[in-house]
């Protein structure tokens, strides 16, 4: 018995029926219909209108007014240059800004708005006695002496004679680290003859 006869017997083929499989039938010829009148051909337009009264001979010597001689009152074209009103935005902003402006400006700094500025960008201090504040001093001598407090606390003088020329990414990082070890350097050394003097009050 041979190879190929003991094989399975190979299955039918697959059909599409959509593709070659499906006859059409042939159209027969359609049946010759009478044409029938098309209902918008078989309507007839109204009779046009009746013509206007015949004017009067006074009233027909009086000229016609021309479409320019008539200007209603809310109409509008974008096409005419004649405009009820000049609309001036620029008069209009600049007066508004005044106002707002004279609404601003008082006699008394203190009642203006805060405004917290940067310590590189300066510090003010006002001299009022009333209310003594963080931002604020009775007398101009105490005034002076808390604003140059600030100026030592937020390190002015150094950030500005920092900022004179351009340092590049390497130093900046080397000098930062060399200034955070001399701090630390100073509260461990302040901190251990803090302590070597209180064990010599001892007697130590």
């Given at each position: 018995m041979r190879l190929a006869d003991r094989r399975a017997p190979k299955p039918a083929p697959r059909v599409n029926p959509l593709i070659g499989g499906v006859q059409f039938k042939p159209q027969e010829p359609a049946a010759a219909?009478?044409?029938?009148?098309?209902?918008?051909?078989?309507?007839?337009?109204?009779?046009?209108p009746p013509p206007p009264p015949s004017k009067s001979a006074p009233e027909a010597a009086k000229p016609s007014p021309s479409s320019s001689d008539i200007a209603p009152g809310n109409t509008y074209s974008a096409t005419s240059k004649a405009l009820p009103f000049e609309l001036d935005v620029t008069s209009i902003l600049s007066t508004k800004a005044a106002e707002y402006g004279r609404s601003l400006q008082q006699e008394d700094p203190l009642t203006r708005p805060r405004v917290r500025a940067a310590a590189t960008t300066?510090?003010?201090?006002?001299?009022?006695?009333?209310?003594?504040g963080p931002n604020s001093a009775p007398t101009v001598r105490s005034a002076l002496a808390m604003l140059g407090r600030l100026v030592n606390t937020q390190h002015i003088k150094n950030k500005y004679h920092s900022q004179k020329a351009h340092e590049r990414p390497g130093l900046k990082r080397k000098r930062l680290a060399s200034e955070r070890w001399r701090a630390r350097f100073k509260g461990g050394f302040c901190a251990a003859y803090a302590r070597v003097h209180e064990l010599r009050k001892q007697g130590w």
């Open positions: 219909t009478p044409t029938k009148p098309d209902a918008r051909s078989a309507f007839t337009p109204p009779p046009p300066g510090r003010t201090i006002f001299v009022r006695a009333a209310q003594p």
